[in-house]
Each structure stands twice: as C-alpha cells, then as structure tokens.
C-alpha cells in the first residue's frame, strides 16, 4: 500500500504563486510514473503535468511555461511549482503515482487533493 498526502493548496490571487507538494509513504515499494491532476467543478479530471520514472518530464497546454514539476527520488516528493496563476486554474489538485509493492502489480495511486483557489 502507497499513501500520497498533497500539501501546499491555498486562496491566491491572479498572477500569483504557489508551490504543491506530494509526499509518498509505505513498505516494499516502488514508484513509476508520478503526476499532478487536477478536478475544477463540474469538469472531469484533467492531466496537468508528470514525470516518468526516468525522469521525462510532460506538461499540458495550458500551463507550459506557468507551471514547473520537480521530482526527488530520494525523498519520494512530487512539487508543482505554479506560477501566473489565473481563476481558470482553480481546482482540487491531486497527485498520482504508478507503485508497485513486493506483494502487487503495478497500481495507481490517489492522494485526497489538495485545494486551489485563485480570486481576488
């Protein structure tokens, strides 16, 4: 079992930044691909931005440039760095990662998300 615990969410005005972290923690296992998704109300899911397990990084449309990723393996943390943050980023963000353990295959994993909230 992985557990993914997101951090770092918050009410930011336009233009502004904020910083996302996602922790993993378990026994026996081993991470793949981890990513940042995000859910704004009464939308489906979306993809914004990942990294394999070698370390290839992928954004979506809309927040090249805007928003960075940073994965430590050591520590087994995923940050989003988001920046020029506008109303239409608004949602709950949620990290994933592709784990398996010495009990399992390869499963993915949801963290309970965490909330952006861009207004003035």
């Known amino acids: 079992q992985v557990q993914l615990v997101e951090s770092g969410g918050g009410l930011v005005q336009p233009g502004g930044s904020l910083r996302l972290s996602c922790a993993a923690s378990g026994t026996g296992f081993t991470i793949n691909n981890m990513a940042w998704y995000r859910q704004a109300p009464g939308k489906q899911r979306e993809l914004v931005a990942g990294?394999?397990?070698?370390?290839?990084?992928s954004y979506a449309d809309f927040v090249k440039g805007r928003f960075t990723i940073y994965r430590d393996n050591a520590k087994i943390t995923l940050d989003l760095q988001m920046n020029s943050l506008n109303p239409e980023d608004t949602a709950v963000y949620y990290c994933n990662c592709e784990a398996r353990t010495f009990t399992t295959g390869w499963i993915n994993y949801w963290g309970k998300g965490t909330l952006v909230t861009v207004s003035s």
């Open positions: 990294t394999t397990g070698d370390g290839t990084t």
